[in-house]
């Protein structure tokens, strides 16, 4: 079985009197195409923050990769670099926001 891309158990995150994200859990598996949607406020920034490991959960669980976002941000950047590096491609996050043109050329 291969290591799920992302997989959060029972996360929580609290600003003083906030709860900004309660008791989420989802796993995303490798090949998944996933959308993250929800009102202003219901907690999407914070819940990326802590997947990237900006911002430490007040509990529960977060995996990215299998990793700990917050313990290994340095290993898990590298990931992409070694799949470029080892297969010749590019993630496709790193066309984001570039244009193609009909002849081929492409722009930031």
Known sequence: M???II???DLVR???KLRAVDHISFTVEPGEAVGYIGANGA???TTIKM???IL???SGLVRTCGRDPLRERIALARIDKERERDTGQASPAADAGRTTRG???SSV
């Open 2 to 4: 291969a290591t799920q």
């Open 7 to 9: 997989e959060t158990r």
């Open 14 to 16: 609290d600003y003083k």
């Open 43 to 45: 907690g999407k920034s």
């Open 51 to 53: 997947l990237t490991g």
């Open 56 to 58: 430490r959960p007040t």
């Open 103 to 105: 002849d081929g050329t």
